[in-house]
């Protein structure tokens, strides 16, 4: 798509909060995957934020396992729903330890298996811990692309079929994250910042009425 080039060339210029998670903490399967779970119904900033402090005790399924788990509401707090989250922090690092000698799964199947862990957070884990070209759908992919008149669907999970469907693996592969950052400072669901955006002369939503 020609509007997702112009993006690509613009992506670097963008401060946002998505971006900071590459370079926060030390990146592995493991901690993108509890970084993926802190994220449920929470800020990037807040999420970023109490990624840096758990890792800081424990980056490793072994490490966690040793924290009381008071420990670690209070280290995530203030996420959204944050006890529940700690819990299953504990209950996904003794799974990994149990029945996958400490590793994080490489395949969606398994990665499935785990408890809290749903397709659209198995596809990121996929494409940001092992390199996979897919494309996970998330709230800012999913309005985005109907803003744009690429699709026409009613929820992410409509999206992601379309997706599966009409991109190659080669177009799939970080559509996430430049779409994701995209939302963040310019197309936002509030305040769309239609005249800072690159690509408002090809956006239908942006014409005037």
């Known amino acids: ?102 590793r994080v799964p490489s395949t969606e199947a398994e990665l499935l298996k785990i408890r809290g862990i749903g397709p659209k957070a198995a596809h990121i884990i996929l494409e940001s811990a092992f390199g996979e070209k897919t494309v996970a759908v998330d709230t800012h992919v999913h309005r985005i692309l109907n803003l744009w008149g690429f699709v026409e669907t009613s929820t992410p999970n409509e999206t992601f079929e379309v997706l599966k469907e009409r991109l190659t693996p080669d177009e799939q592969a970080g559509l996430n994250r430049l779409l994701v950052s995209f939302g963040q400072v310019i197309c936002k669901p509030q305040r769309p910042a239609c005249n800072a955006c690159p690509v408002a002369g090809l956006c239908p939503a942006a014409q005037p009425a």
């Open 1 to 102: 798509m020609k509007i997702v080039k112009i993006l690509e060339s613009e992506y670097e210029k963008w401060d946002a909060p998505a971006k900071r998670f590459e370079t926060a903490y030390r990146r592995t399967p493991y901690t993108i995957m509890l970084s993926v779970l802190l994220s449920f119904r929470t800020k990037d900033e807040v999420t970023l934020e109490a990624g840096r402090r758990l890792f800081a005790l424990a980056d490793t399924p072994q490490k966690m396992v040793q924290l009381p788990k008071e420990k670690i509401e209070e280290t995530i707090y203030p996420v959204g729903f944050y006890r529940k989250k700690a819990a299953s922090i504990l209950e996904i690092s003794a799974e990994l330890i149990e029945k996958y000698d400490a």
